[in-house]
């Protein structure tokens, strides 16, 4: 702590500990501006080099170990009250310690897109008028004028002002009275105290709940008993009701006058239990999520803040969100890939959502048909309660799976004989279809039939991929559009073809072996335009289309009561996948798509097309279920000393220059060898998966320890040793704790 002055007229030293917006990788002191008080979770304008930056105070008269006098004072600050509370810091720079992320970075991303920038926190407040005389004060100077006098009472009846539209509702157009008696000085223009509540989601007739059946009322029996912290992992198959005990869970807690947090993996499952919930839920809600406008996202988020939401549904980055009243966390999906950031700071939003209910004390459930493998080592172990709903909700029977092997079998644009005759019985029964491809396009490569060219990236180790619908080919890695050659540029034959399928053929085909069928398409370029995806979902929810064709964004978590078919046209990619969460990933990937079929009264019927029939962890996953594979996928990575049963963190580099990135990794392991116990094990450095991405080459390094705490050891003093190397400075490199793939 600096020394106070000895001179009694010189103001006290404030020193501000700030997190600035910048890759850092540390804190910076400042000292405190040169009038007003300073708090913690204030947004500030700092000196940094020749420029000026936007910082976030996480600290104010912390010891300091720079001398005073070096110390640059804080510019200027933006916020009259704090944006953040003390929980918030904690939590946020808790994260960043464990991620070894920058906290300037951890800290404004928690932040909506605005105040991320050096903009004055929004005032959505609705325009009005107030009156500054009451009516019956100024009578006399308004004889002659009776609209401003009208107008006048109206106002002195609401002490706070009224809307323009409340005005208007009373007296007609009131433009020109007001304006004469703000010039005359009996009425201002204001901003009224309307709470950011009333433009929230809120039904206002609730919905009575359905009969809980005894599995369901175990699991929300078991949960309600739980006093402060409690980690559930509610793991049930496809269609048992989860979301019901959701709602009965989430009810209790607002009953309690605390506030909730439901987590999903993708904005496609938000409207669907937006919905639900807005039916069920007597209580403000409001939505988080990427594809809401800036003002959109900055209101939800001060109305959580601000405790007048009571529930927050949002994908991952809404774990960050400020909850005063917090008193329980749902993490819907809890398996799904996509709560894993994997750019700038990355990390899982479903451990997050576990250490965020750690502190405020609370219970967290993880949801799942398909629990990852390090979550169920959590339940088995103990750490986690493992709850179970093994049967499908009402009368609902599993679907029957089966499998078709298309080894030597001719395939019309990847759709086999057999499920095409199934195809046609179900849609002549007057049923829904859906197939599931994970390959959007029309063609994953097109080629010259005379020379083998191929249309490969420019910047990336990948094919471009055909989209007839636009003329184009494009790099699904880099984002490179090209406009469909109509030669071959290598030998400028006519004679380029499609090779391989993509939603765009497969769409074609059926709409040929189909004419007049509804059919929609659901993939992501299918759902661009704001709003289409929640259209396309809601007319297969009615069965407007009787075939749904689409990818992940299909097979994940929706509510498709008419379909009893589903086809899976390719699966044998994840059998043998490089990654070692590869199988676990196809082994998820199918229940969830298996589990649309069959959800109402109607039996269902999967088909899975594969040319490897026989493989064991297949096998299993359809004899035995999801819980059996899960079993000796963990017993394999027990083997082979993988996660859960070790811990690991990746070292990323690349660099416009070839072997800058391995050269920059070969430093890296010689830093962290003589920092790191003999227990810590090194992986490479080796080539990524897709060497060049967007032009730039990149390579990683693993490094794996058989605790956490072992690992956190190596990476606190690891990751100053590398800023400080010289090649660090003439590349990116970034390090992901837990890292989910390979990449």
Not at 37 to 49: A, D, H, K, N, T
Not at 144 to 169: F, K, M, W, Y
Not at 270 to 290: D, G, K, Y
Not at 702 to 710: E, F, G, I, V, Y
Request: aromatic share 4%; hydrophobic share 40%.
């Amino acid at each position: 702590m600096p020394a106070a002055s000895t001179d009694p007229s010189d103001p006290p030293v404030v020193v501000a500990r700030v997190a600035v917006a910048a890759p850092l990788g540390e804190l910076l002191d400042y000292l405190g501006p040169a009038s007003g008080e300073i708090s913690p979770g204030q947004r500030v304008l700092v000196p940094l080099g020749r420029g000026r930056r936007l910082g976030m105070v996480v600290a104010v008269n912390q010891p300091t170990s720079v001398p005073v006098a070096r110390l640059k004072r804080i510019t200027a600050v933006l916020d009259t009250t704090p944006l953040l509370r003390a929980q918030d810091l904690s939590f946020l720079l808790w994260a960043t310690d464990y991620y070894r992320g920058d906290p300037g970075e951890a800290l404004f991303g928690a932040l909506p897109g605005r105040l991320r920038r050096a903009h004055p926190p929004l005032d959505d407040r609705p325009l009005g008028w107030r009156a500054l005389t009451p009516a019956t004060a100024v009578q006399p100077h308004l004889a002659r004028a009776p609209r401003q006098r009208e107008v006048l009472a109206l106002l002195s009846t609401a002490p706070q002002g009224l809307t323009d539209a409340a005005l208007h509702t009373a007296l007609g157009d009131c433009t020109s009275p007001l304006r004469a008696l703000a010039k005359r000085g009996f009425v201002q223009r204001c901003r009224l105290q309307v709470s950011t509540a009333t433009v929230l989601t809120q039904h206002p007739q609730p919905d009575p709940p359905p009969a809980l059946n005894r599995h369901q009322a175990d699991a929300e029996a078991a949960i309600a008993a739980g006093e402060g912290f409690g980690c559930f992992l509610l793991d049930g198959v496809t269609g048992s009701g989860k979301t019901e005990v959701y709602l009965r869970l989430i009810a209790r807690t607002l009953g309690a006058g605390q506030q909730v947090l439901v987590l999903v993996p993708e904005i496609g499952l938000t409207p669907q239990l937006r919905e639900r919930f807005a039916r069920r839920v007597p209580a403000p809600m409001a939505v988080l999520h990427s594809a809401l406008s800036e003002t959109e996202r900055e209101r939800a988020w001060r109305a959580a803040a601000a405790g007048q939401a009571r529930l927050l549904l949002g994908t991952r980055s809404a774990v960050f969100t400020p909850l005063p009243d917090l008193g329980l966390v749902i993490v819907d999906e809890e398996h799904d890939l996509s709560l894993k950031q994997q750019e700038g700071f990355r990390y899982s939003a479903r451990d997050l959502a576990v250490r965020r209910a750690q502190q405020a004390g609370c219970t967290v459930v993880l949801g799942s048909a398909t629990p990852a493998l390090e979550t169920l080592h959590n339940a088995r172990s103990g750490r986690y309660r493992h709850l179970r709903l093994p049967e499908r909700a009402g009368n609902a029977a599993a679907p029957e799976i089966l499998l078709a092997d298309i080894r030597a079998q001719p395939l019309q644009t990847g759709l086999s004989h057999a499920l095409l005759t199934r195809m046609e019985q179900e849609i002549d029964a007057g049923n829904q279809v859906l197939l599931f491809l994970n390959r959007r396009g029309f063609s994953p490569v097109l080629t010259c039939h005379d020379c083998g060219w191929v249309s490969e990236c420019a910047h990336c180790d990948a094919r471009m991929t055909l989209h007839r619908d636009r003329a184009l080919l494009v790099c699904h890695h880099c984002g490179l559009e090209q406009a469909r050659p109509v030669q071959c540029p290598y030998c400028q034959s006519p004679d380029l073809r499609p090779l391989g399928q993509g939603t765009e053929r497969v769409e074609d085909t059926l709409r040929q072996r189909f004419p007049g069928l509804p059919l929609a398409r659901i993939d992501r370029d299918s759902t661009r335009r704001r709003g289409e995806l929640e259209r396309l979902l809601t007319a297969a929810a009615r069965g407007e289309h009787r075939i749904l064709l689409g990818t992940q964004m299909l097979a994940k978590g929706h509510h498709l009561p008419g379909v009893t078919l589903v086809g899976v046209l390719d699966l044998d990619h994840g059998l043998y996948g490089s990654d070692f969460r590869a199988t676990e990933r196809m082994a998820q990937l199918l229940v969830q798509v298996a589990g649309r079929a069959g959800r109402a009264q109607r039996p269902g019927t999967v088909m899975v097309q594969t040319r490897h029939p026989q493989h064991p962890m297949l096998q299993r996953l359809l004899r035995a279920g999801y819980g059996a594979f899960a079993t000796a996928a963990l017993a394999e990575r027990k083997e082979a000393n993988l996660p859960p049963f070790s811990h690991q963190a990746m070292l990323r580099a690349d660099s416009p220059q070839a072997q800058a990135a391995l050269d920059f990794l070969t430093q890296a392991l010689a830093t962290a060898r003589a920092l790191a116990p003999a227990q810590v094990e090194f992986w490479g450095p080796a080539p990524a998966q897709m060497e060049r991405r967007a032009g730039r080459v990149r390579a990683q390094l693993l490094l794996q320890a058989p605790t956490r705490s072992l690992l956190q050891g190596v990476l606190a003093p690891l990751l100053p040793a590398l800023r400080g190397l010289k090649a660090s400075r003439d590349l990116r490199w970034s390090m992901d704790v837990d890292p989910q793939e390979s990449l």
